[in-house]
């Protein structure tokens, strides 16, 4: 099992930054890809960005590439999700996700999923 913890969200201005986290623990966190998605109140929950368990591939939805950054630290067994210039299509529920395949864009191919933390952007 792998339990996974977000944290780092907030309300922010347009324009501005955060950065958040998230905590795993269980089984060796090396060996999943890690991945974001967001849902909005009565839309889908979408892809945001994946990378690798070897930190050696990432891949982002079109709507952030250039502003969002995924990182991982496998030593402290959290990945983070740096965000710039943030828009207010950028509001909703923050999800990350484990995956035990080479990470995908689909929510249903990821195994387990921390509870969310919501991201706020206003003008």
């Known amino acids: 099992q792998v339990q996974l913890v977000e944290s780092g969200g907030g309300l922010v201005q347009v324009g501005g930054s955060l950065r958040l986290s998230c905590a795993a623990s269980g089984r060796t966190f090396s060996n999943y890809a890690m991945g974001w998605f967001r849902q909005a109140p009565g839309k889908e929950r979408e892809f945001v960005a994946f990378i690798s368990w070897n930190l050696r591939y990432t891949y982002y939805a079109t709507s952030v590439k250039g502003r969002f950054t995924i990182s991982r630290d496998n030593a402290k067994n959290t990945v983070y999700l740096q965000m710039n210039t943030l828009k207010p299509e950028d509001t909703a529920v923050y999800y990350c996700?484990?995956?035990?395949?080479?990470?995908?864009?689909?929510?249903?191919?990821?195994?387990?999923w921390g509870q969310g933390t919501q991201v706020t952007v206003s003008s």
């Open positions: 996700a484990a995956s035990n395949g080479v990470g995908s864009i689909k929510a249903d191919e990821y195994d387990y």
